[in-house]
């Protein structure tokens, strides 16, 4: 290779060189201003008191001999939770609308925002999203919990993408849905699609119920309540006392002890009204995790109407899953298509599946009716499946020279 070929070789790669920084250089310009401009990073962290009982909890037996006299056992059974705490950390990019104001001068991540629920946007033609995770825990156990939310509003769609973890009330999903959007006037749109929603919680299945409830062919209990306390690991042993009136009358019961030797009860009903609550919560979760997500598409419709002023603001909104669901993955006999048709312990031959109707709505209200008094109204309710979900809140202001 001569030395002019060698030169006009150096040239053109620079010149791609150079293009290609060029080309690169505008696509992160363009992902800077269409998605990371005016979003926000956060980190957070917040500490409080547990929940501390007015009262003490004591729980007394005699066990000492048979004489009343000879004394009772007295046992502090108050629950004792350690602090709680949470800790959150994500990217958010949301739009508010123009009655809409930011809470504090920086973001935690459990913002209250109509972006979520509202079939449109503030902005049209934007991206919105958040990315939300965070550590939590309350009463003394541990959560997780997340959101995960895109959407993006047109002049004749909508889309969005979204999951939520929320540990402490068991609410646990994922849903994608694409709608049509059309315009009645300036004000009102109206939206209709398809969504999918999945859920790992069984819900309308509830194994220790349908266990506890199974019969034989002749009616009668197949499994006891004991079995699962000894299954636990919870033991219990009897014993007698007098009645302090009447030596020859006593009475008798049991003390029960946990797998490690700790007493946790003195009777049958301690035991019944104090552990084995949390005993049948965990053999419902043993059952549940053995079950496979599921997943279901039903069609949806949506209703926005927006108005605003700076005296007279009005926006309500509302979202309809339509009762025409579809199971299109886990195990469609324990679907909350069947969650009337257990008894017995038994799913009931020939059945009928029973569909619903799952929907939110919101409405945000203010009225300036003077120039230093107003009043304002804020609401929202959402049911799905067995989980709901609302806030109502309804405020008069006042405002001093």
Not at 131 to 139: I, L, Q, S, Y
Not at 349 to 372: F, P, T, V
Request: aromatic share 18%; hydrophobic share 35%.
């Amino acid at each position: 290779m001569n030395y002019q070929t060698s030169k006009q070789w150096t040239v053109t790669l620079l010149l791609c060189v150079l293009t290609f920084n060029s080309v690169t250089a505008q696509f992160y310009k363009k992902f800077y201003d269409k998605i990371l401009k005016q979003g926000t990073v956060y980190l957070t962290t917040n500490l409080s008191n547990s929940i501390e009982a007015s009262n003490r909890k004591y729980v007394v037996a005699n066990t000492r001999g048979n004489d009343f006299w000879d004394g009772l056992d007295l046992a502090d059974n108050t629950e004792v939770f350690p602090f709680d705490y949470r800790i959150g950390l994500g990217i958010r990019k949301l739009a508010r609308f123009d009655y809409e104001r930011k809470p504090f001068n920086y973001y935690d991540g459990n913002e209250v925002q109509l972006a979520y629920a509202a079939p449109g946007s503030a902005v049209p033609s934007t991206w919105e999203y958040q990315f939300h995770v965070e550590k939590e825990r309350w009463r003394g156990e541990l959560f997780d919990n997340h959101r995960f939310f895109i959407k993006h509003t047109g002049n004749y769609h909508v889309f969005k993408v979204e999951s939520r973890e929320v540990g402490k009330i068991n609410l646990k999903y994922q849903s994608a849905e694409i709608r049509g959007r059309f315009s009645v006037g300036k004000k009102f749109h109206v939206s209709a699609g398809a969504i999918v929603r999945t859920h790992e919680r069984a819900y309308g299945y509830n194994p220790i119920e349908l266990w506890l409830n199974e019969t034989d062919e002749y009616g009668f209990p197949i499994n006891s309540w004991l079995s699962l306390a000894h299954d636990s690991g919870y033991y219990d042993y009897p014993y007698e006392a007098d009645f302090y009136d009447d030596p020859d009358e006593n009475y008798g019961d049991y003390i029960w002890k946990d797998p490690e030797g700790n007493t946790v009860a003195y009777t049958d009903g301690q035991f019944l009204e104090n552990v084995f609550p949390s005993l049948m919560n965990q053999y419902n979760r043993e059952q549940w995790d053995l079950l496979d997500t599921f997943a279901e598409v039903a069609p949806v419709v949506g209703l926005d109407f927006y108005h605003y002023e700076k005296k007279f603001w009005l926006h309500a909104y509302g979202n309809l899953i339509l009762p025409y669901h579809a199971y299109i993955r886990g195990d469609k006999e324990k679907s909350y298509l069947n969650r009337n048709n257990w008894v017995d312990g038994q799913l009931q031959e020939g059945s009928r599946l029973e569909q619903w109707l799952d929907y939110s709505a919101g409405c945000n209200m203010g009225w300036n009716i003077k120039r230093h008094f107003g009043i304002f109204i804020e609401s929202e309710y959402a049911k799905m499946w067995d989980s709901r979900l609302f806030n109502t809140m309804v405020g008069v202001n006042y405002k001093f020279n």
